[in-house]
């Protein structure tokens, strides 16, 4: 059963317009979500979270939006850059320890055309 | 600062052989989680060690089992290999007081089983 279900999985963007990275999640216990990307033999780097008190978080060109009623996070990424070519995982987990094991999306392979 | 370091990079085994998977976690890390990510999957929890002992485990049968030592680092061990257990095992450290920066990744261990 997969709790946390990113259904598309690749996308293109053209470099400076908006990319928008879909995740949906059945378990409602989740309550931090976070955002993974990986690029070729390399292991996953932290990207942004969010926690379920709030409904967006924003770093920079990256933010984060969750719909706990929809049980659906996004992440946009603003303007696409050629660097951000990767794939992405979505990911939650149920409490905000280190203790809490992480669950993962099966990813979405993200490419920037110019 | 050295990130965290896993060994080997690739392996080839046969079918029902064993192998043992090393990875040291980033400095100041004293949680280490091993996933498995198989062919476009995303990463699956297989367990998690914490002051040397198996905290959390994920679906995994008991061919899997682990270790950690008094230095952090830690071993993931296979055995009976099976022709499915052919992927990319990640290590990830964390420090046990918060997931504000998640895990941190190693590169990872690409096992083949023939």
């Known amino acids: 059963d997969q709790q946390v279900k990113q259904n598309s999985p690749s996308l293109s963007v053209q470099e400076g317009r908006i990319s928008i990275l879909n995740c949906d999640y059945t378990?409602?216990?989740?309550?931090?979500f976070l955002w993974y990307k990986k690029y070729p033999a390399e292991g996953p780097t932290f990207l942004i979270s969010?926690?379920?008190?709030?409904d967006k978080n924003e770093d920079g060109r990256f933010t984060v939006f969750l719909n706990k009623s929809a049980k659906h996070l996004s992440l946009h990424i603003v303007p696409s850059q050629p660097g951000d070519s990767a794939v992405y995982f979505c990911?939650?987990?149920?409490?905000?320890?280190?203790?809490?094991?992480?669950?993962f999306g099966s990813g979405t392979r993200l490419s920037i055309r110019p | 600062d050295a990130g965290v370091t896993q060994s080997p990079t690739h392996l080839i085994k046969t079918r029902g052989q064993q192998v043992t998977l090393r990875c040291s976690p980033k400095?100041?890390?004293?949680?280490v989680s091993w996933y498995q990510q198989a062919l476009g999957q995303g990463p699956q929890f297989i367990f998690q060690?914490?002051?040397?002992?198996?905290?959390q485990r994920g679906n995994f049968p008991d061919r899997f089992s682990g270790h950690q030592f008094p230095n952090y680092s830690s071993e993931l061990n296979v055995n009976a290999l099976l022709l499915g257990d052919s992927a990319l095992y990640l290590c990830?450290?964390?420090?046990?007081?918060?997931?504000?920066?998640?895990?941190?990744f190693g590169s990872g261990t690409r096992l083949t089983v023939v």
């Open positions: 990830a450290s964390s420090l046990a007081r918060g997931l504000d920066y998640g895990y941190t």
């Open positions: 378990n409602s216990m989740f309550d931090y």
């Open positions: 969010i926690s379920s008190i709030k």
């Open positions: 990911a939650a987990s149920e409490g905000y320890s280190s203790a809490s094991k992480i669950i």
């Open positions: 400095s100041g890390h004293d949680t």
């Open positions: 060690y914490y002051e040397e002992e198996e905290r």
